[in-house]
C-alpha cells in the first residue's frame, strides 16, 4: 500500500518554542493532506485539511495562527506548531488521500510525539 | 450528539470468541465508512471499507445499516492479535469528503 512517512518521529521542546512536523506522502501523490491530533485515550481530531498549493481549511477550534499549515508540494505537507505549550504535547498524525472520491483510502503517516516542558 | 460514536469499551474476550462493535452517526448524509485499526501509541490503519450490501474479509464481517444509521464491526475466531482499538470512520458529504473518526472500541483478547 501507498507510504506516509512524518519526521520527527518524537519531540521535545521547551516551551515557547517552535517545532516544525514534515509529512510526506513517498509513493503517490496526494492533493489533500489531513493532520490530526490525538491525546492519551481519546479519538483522533482533526485539526485541518490541507489541499496542494491553496491554504489549509481548519476546523473549529483549531487556531491557525498557532498551527501553522504549508501544502507546498503534491507530496509535502508540514505542520508548525508555534510557541509551543504544554497542553500541545499531544499526538500529531497526518494522513494524505490518493484521489477526491469518498471511496479513496486515506494513509496515515507512523505520527510525531511532541512533548513540551 | 456527537458526529460519530462508538462505546469505548474495552471488551475483553477469550480467544476464539466472536466479539461485535456497533458505531453510531449522526449525518445522515454521510457518504462512506470504513473500520480503521489503531495499535498502542501507532497510527491507524484501514481495516476494511464497509459497504451497503455488507462485506466480508477473512474473519471480518462489516455491515452498514443507513436506516438506523449505524456499521457494524464483526470479528469471528478472535486471536490475541487481534487485541487493538477500532476506529470507526464516516466521511461526510461534501467536496472534500471529509473523514470523522469515533472514539474508538477497545478490544482486549485473552488466552
Known amino acids: 500500500g501507498a507510504v506516509v512517512s512524518q519526521h520527527p518521529s518524537w519531540v521535545i521542546c521547551k516551551s515557547g518554542t517552535s517545532v516544525k512536523i514534515e509529512c510526506r506522502s513517498l509513493?503517490?501523490?496526494?492533493?489533500?493532506m489531513f493532520w490530526y491530533r490525538q491525546f492519551p485515550k481519546q479519538s483522533l481530531m482533526l485539526m485541518a485539511t490541507?489541499?496542494?498549493?491553496?491554504?489549509?481549511?481548519?476546523e473549529q477550534g483549531v487556531e491557525k495562527d498557532k498551527f501553522l499549515i504549508n501544502h507546498a508540494s503534491l507530496t509535502l505537507s508540514t505542520l508548525t506548531v508555534t510557541s509551543a505549550h504544554p497542553e500541545d504535547s499531544s499526538f500529531y498524525i497526518c494522513?494524505?488521500?490518493?484521489?477526491?472520491?469518498?471511496?479513496?483510502?486515506?494513509?496515515f503517516g507512523p505520527g510525531t510525539r511532541l512533548t513540551v516542558l | 450528539r456527537k458526529e460519530v460514536e462508538q462505546d469505548p469499551g474495552p471488551f475483553n474476550v477469550p480467544e476464539g470468541a466472536t466479539v461485535a462493535f456497533n458505531c453510531t452517526y449522526s449525518?445522515?448524509?454521510?457518504?462512506?465508512f470504513f473500520w480503521y485499526r489503531q495499535d498502542c501509541r501507532k497510527e491507524p490503519k484501514l481495516l476494511m471499507s464497509?459497504?451497503?450490501s455488507g462485506n466480508e474479509d477473512g474473519r471480518f464481517t462489516a455491515q452498514l445499516n443507513r436506516a438506523s444509521q449505524y456499521i457494524s464491526l464483526l470479528i469471528r475466531d478472535s486471536k490475541l492479535s487481534d487485541s487493538a482499538t477500532y476506529l470507526c470512520?464516516?466521511?461526510?458529504?461534501?467536496?472534500?469528503?471529509?473523514?470523522?473518526f469515533g472514539r474508538g472500541t477497545s478490544l482486549i483478547v485473552h488466552p
Open positions: 509513493d503517490f501523490q496526494a492533493t489533500t
Open positions: 470512520v464516516v466521511k461526510r458529504s461534501g467536496g472534500s469528503y471529509i473523514p470523522t
Open positions: 449525518n445522515s448524509a454521510s457518504q462512506s
Open positions: 464497509v459497504y451497503s
Open positions: 490541507s489541499n496542494e498549493g491553496s491554504k489549509a481549511t481548519y
Open positions: 494522513s494524505a488521500r490518493t484521489g477526491v472520491a469518498s471511496t479513496d483510502t486515506q494513509y
